[in-house]
């Protein structure tokens, strides 16, 4: 197991009826100029939008809004967003969304004392070290960004999708309702298992031995998550499977590491082992270039990636099909379990609907190698099997 330091400053105020009490955190969090930041327009058809506006209204807080964050969020916004903060005063930012609009917030608060445009934040060598507070009412449960210190913006001038991570972008306080999700659509309720899953494979799937708490923390994440997403895609308003997928949601990317520091910060699926994830910033270009939701581009990349890698360390596969899908060992090979794994996590993703090719999305090769260059401009990439350009481009042909 590695050394590490974990710091998760977030207050979490979890459960049904806890909306009302935004107003009130924001008081005390020192709030009284508020840029309230959310995105298409899910939360007014929700009611969710005048609920947050009576609170804020009942503490006498001052509103400014920034409305239209959209998926794969844009620095363009975020620009316009510091603008009004720096015209208004402002000295709170509150996000009502998801993760596009959590990181849309956090951006604005660590730009507004960046000198220099935001953008170059994410293309710079050095963590942003302040940001105004942040708040956060959660409405989809996939990115964790309630709870940890990255935030992922879209440049679509230069093509690129890039993150910060800080802890002084960590939220003040995230307000997590489940009945806040009822409302999103299947397809991404599903993008968000997905990426929940994701994240905690990137975390799991490590060299690190004796790493037994991280490991079966990670499982016992992976099958809560696996049978409550059986229940919810049934009934969307089933509370408890809401709430569970919630809080696996938080509990699977919290925490923080920085980008640039020698500071061996981690997250609490990571606990003793190394941080860096593999299949995400792959997933982050295909975003870049074509626009598509995070949590169907790592449906697709994800289990062909463990394909390709698994012959570099079986005995973890085979841990993850036994103890999450209670493979049957018995007479097997270690390659034919730990394969079993890998087509049932492919099952378990194309159950729920989930796109399985990058076809899906009408992807074809023409800009695969492209990628893979823009990947490996520093040298091979991924801890569990390093991959180089022809490695990755042999996981985008299998996608
Ligand atoms: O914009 P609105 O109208 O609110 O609609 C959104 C959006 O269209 C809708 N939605 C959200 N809550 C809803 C709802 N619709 C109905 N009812 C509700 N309660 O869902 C759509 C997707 O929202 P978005 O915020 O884009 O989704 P998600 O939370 O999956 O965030 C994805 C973004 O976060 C980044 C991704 O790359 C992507 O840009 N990530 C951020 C991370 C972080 N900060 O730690 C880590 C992740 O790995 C990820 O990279
Ligand atoms: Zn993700």
Redesign the pocket.
Known sequence: MNNFIFQSPTELIFGKGQTDKVGTKISEYGGTNVLFV?????????G?YDQIIDSLEDEELNIFELPG?????RIALVRKGIDICEENDIDFILA????????TA?TIAAGFYYEGDPWEMFTGDEDPEEALPVGVVL???????EM???????NMETEK?L?IQSPALTPDFSILDPV??????RE?TV??IV?IA??IYEQYFKHIENTEISDRFAESLLITLREASERVLENPEDYNSRANIMLAATLA?NGGVCAHSDIKRTYLCALGKDTS?IV?PI??EF?AFYDI???GG?AILHPNWMEYVMDAGIEKFVQYATRVFDVDPTGKSDEDVAREGIVRTREWFNKMGAPTKLSDYNIDDTRFEEIAERLTADGPIGSFKELDKYDLIEIFKMS
């Open positions: 959310y995105g298409g327009g899910s939360i007014k058809e929700s969710l964050v959209e998926p794969n969020p009502a969304g998801g993760g596009s609009t959590i990181d956090k409405t989809l449960a996939a990115t964790g960004s940890n210190g990255n935030a992922v913006i879209s999708k993150a806040n999700t009822f409302t999103v659509p991404h993008f968000g990426d994701s994240h990317l994830f995400h997933e982050h975003s939701p995070h949590g790592l």
